[in-house]
């Protein structure tokens, strides 16, 4: 029997506020809905910001509404502080996942906030929750979880630490993020393992971006601890403007190719979701697309994890010298 | 104590063989100086095969002489039969790897043998080195060991057989390779798992292309399983020319980061690794090179396995919008 994974796709809020093109809102609703026709499940769609500040989410309720319309999809959204949490609840979404920091330098920068001062914004924004509306989930996305471009390494007690807050602040879900592309699998083993240990049903999926290439290969290692929701991008779409060609977040379709070929049912038609770059294309044609499989096609005789085949597969003709 | 792991760097044979461009000797010589000056300890420096057919391995001769002088490295070369094996072993190399596919088709198209015509031509070319040649390595580099793209899923069965055939013909080292981006983790696992169960010490590498994204997912796969020789090419040349986008090989410098990351000591220094792909920018302009690690920099407080510092981290200011 295969074991499900939920791919958490975040490509509309992580994705499109990383990059310097704004999309416009109706090419946005079209990108949602092909997303979830190809069998997401989770679409992280926004964030509650001030239009001032990010420009590309100035249409979030817009795109929350629509979300709501698509039938089962779980529709999520960021939200950095008790101001934005508000908005979010009132827009009916299933769930507002936190940004919150390890480090205090990372926090600054970020939100405007030390850690303390969040931890208490949290503590603000779960008493809201429970009180006015229990049916939302929050998340807390523990940021910079395993290394922080200002403050450099982070131990693992520091991450813990600050997941503990969380969990005392009564968030529902503790999720770990690799903000910069820090994390290595090793790590990823040991904080999931102690995440899981310590925190229980808490405990919540991995983040990973693809910064040093890495993601994949963490994804592998969260894997292995017993992790069930990944978070992705399609074409990992954001990258970072400091870093030419160092990409976003993990890229969806080279991910729910990596959970099928291992046997984990993501309920996605890889072929559809492919398809679905074609919207970025046209409405973000200054943006860099990253990826394979939308390249490579599906190999020969591939078979998805519940044993559907694929609509097509891409033959191969990749010969050339002497191959190894 | 950190483990050790020998990156054995395929480039300047299996990246350089699938491009359209011919390297000039001379910046092949300085390739693979820099290369071993980086730390590599093991380098595929080029293939026996007819001018003819692979003008970019004309100059092997030379090449190999050239490698021959670098103190300390392991000079290894690809051959297909016995004519090149022949060559290769009068050339003084340290090891030759033989192509050999799981799949006849496979076979037939990459070196115009079957499946059962290679396996006595391995013979044979055992017992050539066996009568003349006592001090060279030869190790079966097992082809589309995880998946073929001509005659589709290989089961772990065939695999296993070829590899015991090849046991069975005396080859010091069988190594297992993902020639089209067919590898999973799982099958990973479980593939290299049993070729060790099966032949103890003739076990050998890990030899992954990139085609689908997945190579460092399978690296870590590989790692679990004990592995401690795996294959790379610099800057991942290579690609394939029938699915525009899809990288060669597994990218050198993104591996050692992984690996020296997860505290496998690979005895490379990344900025010099780094600083050899200007080799390839200057010498091959019309090439794609790829990777990550060159355009991200290594991380803040970064650390090798061995505890070195490097000598440049790269800043990140990399904060838009609100980072997860």
């Excluded at 609840?89 to 919150?100: A, D, M, Q």
């Excluded at 290692?221 to 990258?239: C, F, K, P, R, Y």
């Amino acid at each position: 029997m295969p074991c499900h994974v939920l791919v958490s796709e975040v490509g509309p809020r992580d994705g499109l506020q990383s990059i310097k093109s704004v999309m416009p809102t109706d090419a946005k609703l079209r990108w949602i809905s092909a997303l979830a026709a190809a069998g997401l499940k989770e679409i992280e769609v926004g964030s509650f910001v001030p239009a001032k500040l990010l420009p590309q989410m100035a249409d979030i309720r817009e795109v929350v509404a629509h979300a709501l319309t698509i039938a089962g999809l779980h529709v999520a959204v960021l939200a950095p502080n008790l101001r934005g949490c508000q908005a979010a609840f009132e827009s009916g979404v299933h769930k507002v996942t936190l940004p919150v920091s390890v480090t205090n330098e990372h926090s600054m920068a970020n939100i405007r906030k030390t850690t303390g001062e969040m931890i208490e914004e949290v503590r603000k924004i779960v008493a809201l929750r429970d009180a006015e509306y229990p049916g939302i989930a929050i998340e807390a996305g523990v940021s910079v979880a395993f290394g922080c471009t200002i403050a450099g390494a982070v131990s693992d007690d520091q991450t813990i630490r600050m997941c503990a807050a969380m969990a005392e602040c009564g968030v529902d879900e503790i999720g770990l993020s690799d903000t910069s592309g820090y994390a290595n699998p090793t790590q990823v083993r040991r904080l999931f393992r102690r995440l899981q240990s310590e925190f229980g049903s808490k405990a919540g999926g991995a983040h990973f971006h693809n910064t040093r290439g890495q993601g994949l290969a963490n994804v592998v290692a969260a894997l292995e601890t017993g992790v069930t929701t990944i978070d992705a991008s399609q074409a990992g779409l954001g990258g970072c403007p400091y870093a030419p060609g160092a990409t976003g977040n993990i890229v969806t379709e080279d991910l729910a190719f990596l959970l099928e070929s291992m046997g984990y049912d993501t309920g996605i038609d890889i072929d559809s979701l492919v398809a679905a770059r074609s919207i970025l294309t046209e409405a973000l044609p200054a943006e860099a697309l990253y990826g394979h499989v939308q390249d490579a096609g599906l190999p020969k005789g591939f078979r998805y994890a519940d044993g559907r085949s694929p609509g097509a597969v891409q033959p191969e003709g990749c010969l050339k010298g002497v191959a190894q």
